[in-house]
């Protein structure tokens, strides 16, 4: 379990970069007016859901295909870039928080794309972590609502004192997602997660980024 009071689960790092003025500014004019952590938290989370739209085909490079200040500025992103975006600006406001990791069965995935992702696997999956109320709370900002919407989708909402994690059935009551593991919380990205997702070889082809970028980009862009 990592500590709330050290003073890694605040600092800014090459990719949790909230000292960045892009990030810095943003989170500050959306949280103006707001006093508590958990009112800081709940606007962040709610608009890095529905302002960074999801896409399945991130541009990895390096590590610094991660940057929280790039998301903001590209305006989408994969679900580990959006969790270190949320951490990033949790941070920003003074809330201690962390990047968090699951291996996730994505049962709504069309079956194409099985060739890429066996058994419909996301691993790894990011998401974010928030101390609040004196426990780690995870939140998963992947899926915006108007894609939620569109897909029939249940929005994942957190209610302070919870975790916000992605549902396990759709709004008709079919599967959706479920968690197969926990896979640890981290004060920054980890090398491993980096490694780990840039082996994912299709990531790097134009096969696979046709396939989610072309005649099915705006439903891939904001979740899946």
Known sequence: MIDPRSARVLAATSVIDHRHPLVRETTRQLIDGQSTPADRVTTLFEWVRDEIAYDMAPDLSDRRSWRASDTIDRGWAFCQQKAVLLTAMARAAGVP??????????????????VYLPEKRMRPHGLSAVWIDGRWQQLDPSLHREMCD??????????????????????GGQPHCTIEEDLGMYDDLPDHIVAATMALSFLHTEEFRSEVRGRRRSEFRSGG
Request: aromatic residues 8%.
């Open 97 to 114: 928080a962390v990047v968090a990791y699951q291996s996730v069965i994505e049962h709504r995935l069309p079956d194409r794309f099985d």
């Open 150 to 171: 569109r897909r029939g989708l249940q929005v994942v909402e957190w209610v302070p004192g919870e975790d916000a994690l992605l549902p396990q059935l759709d709004r």
